[in-house]
């Protein structure tokens, strides 16, 4: 049996492997395997009556035996690991074989199998970048960062980016990212003129129709601060262009 009978990658379960010599004879040369198949990773094994089953655990499973088992019944608790890179769900299974030279007179329940099924997780994040100041009408980029951290494949990621200013928004955009596999990141830039005060502030959130297991790291923030800019200039004109001595002009300077 296993325990919980559903899970979510990354989680631990526990196999409970019973093992019946019904009799009347003590069975001998006992060997149960049990095996793993992949996405699941062997956390620990032990059996419930210390030394009546030597253990050798591998990544695959693990191989329990004996010169002789009584009659009644040996108890061998397997804890594992699930994983799921997929973004669907998986169903794993777990097999336990027992063999012994003894003669068994019913050998079709010397093999036993259990499934589980293990529902992907991923953990997809943003991080959004300014530069840390900028002149007033010059033009700045925002980069934003989209990644998976999880063990699980994020389905359908999608992006958003908005920056603003004093006056509201500036520029903002979504991106359809996709599917990204665990440790994958795309990243995305933006351009904007820099208002004439601040300050400027850019916000990043993600999403994912995959459960997340971290949902804090789905929106990011970062500020960035104005520099003033004014662009003097001066004219100046005479009115009329020309004149007599004695006459009175005007100038204009502006």
């Known amino acids: 049996s296993v325990n919980p009978a559903s899970s979510t990658a990354g ?3 526990s196999y409970t492997v019973v093992l019946v010599n019904a009799g009347p004879s003590a069975a001998s040369d006992v060997t149960l395997t049990d095996v793993l198949s992949a996405g699941q990773l062997l956390v620990s094994a032990s059996v419930n009556a210390s030394g009546s089953l030597s253990l050798v655990t591998t990544t695959g499973g693990v ?9 009644g019944t040996v108890t061998l608790t397997v804890v594992v690991q699930l994983s799921n890179a997929g973004s669907s769900t998986v169903v794993l299974t777990n097999t336990a074989v027992v063999t012994s030279t003894t003669p068994d007179p019913t050998p079709t329940n010397n093999t ?3 499934t589980i099924g293990v529902e992907p997780l991923a953990d997809v994040s943003t991080v959004v970048d300014l530069p840390a100041n900028a ?8 980069t934003a960062t989209f990644a998976n951290n999880g063990t699980s494949t994020a389905a359908n990621v999608t992006g958003t980016v908005v920056v603003s200013g004093p006056g509201g928004s500036l520029v903002s955009a ?14 995305q830039t933006l351009t904007f003129t820099v208002p004439g005060s601040g300050p400027v502030s850019a916000t990043s959130t993600v999403s994912t129709t995959t459960a ?3 949902s804090t790291n789905n929106l990011s923030t970062d500020t960035m601060t104005v520099n003033g800019s004014a662009d003097l200039r001066v004219s100046k004109s005479v009115n009329p262009a020309s004149s007599t001595a004695g006459y009175t002009v005007s100038y204009t300077v502006v």
Not at 135 to 142: P, Q
């Open 212 to 214: 997340d297991g971290t």
């Open 112 to 114: 036993a199998t259990v």
């Open 174 to 187: 979504t991106y359809s990212v996709g599917s990204l596999s665990p440790g994958a990141s795309q990243q």
């Open 11 to 13: 989680y631990t379960v």
């Open 135 to 142: 002149t007033a009408g010059s033009v700045v980029t925002v």
């Open 63 to 71: 191989t329990a035996s004996a010169a002789s088992v009584s009659v």
